[in-house]
């Protein structure tokens, strides 16, 4: 499974920025795709996941704020009211069978 993700960029707080992930492989044979990122000097955390059911998870820290959801081979990543401290590398990654694939990472900053 290869991942291409795009959409990252600069925003000012309060905007908002869609990210997209492209899945080399048909949606249904991938049980699930999520969005994890990682700031400077701070661990990778899990932002959002999608089931193949259309079931979603979202952390703490986003919800009501961003909305994962995808179409065919495409997960979205819709970012509003951006926050300073959602700045960070956005990856996706795609859970074929046991095994996790993850995408290049995309950069969102967001300026105060």
């Known amino acids: 499974v290869q991942l291409q993700a795009s959409g990252g960029g600069l925003v000012q707080a309060g905007g908002s920025l869609r990210l997209s992930c492209a899945a080399s492989?048909?949606?249904?044979?991938?049980?699930?795709m999520g969005w994890h990122r990682q700031a400077p000097g701070k661990q990778r955390e899990l932002v959002a996941a999608?089931?193949?059911?259309?079931s979603t998870d979202y952390a703490d820290s986003v919800k009501g704020r961003f909305t994962i959801s995808r179409e065919k081979n495409t997960m979205f990543l819709q970012m509003s009211s951006l926050k300073p401290e959602d700045t960070a590398v956005y990856y996706c990654?795609?859970?074929?069978?046991?095994?996790?694939?993850w995408g290049q990472g995309t950069q969102v900053t967001v300026s105060s």
């Open positions: 999608i089931t193949s059911g259309g």
């Open positions: 990654t795609a859970r074929v069978l046991l095994t996790d694939y």
């Open positions: 492989k048909t949606i249904f044979s991938i049980s699930a």
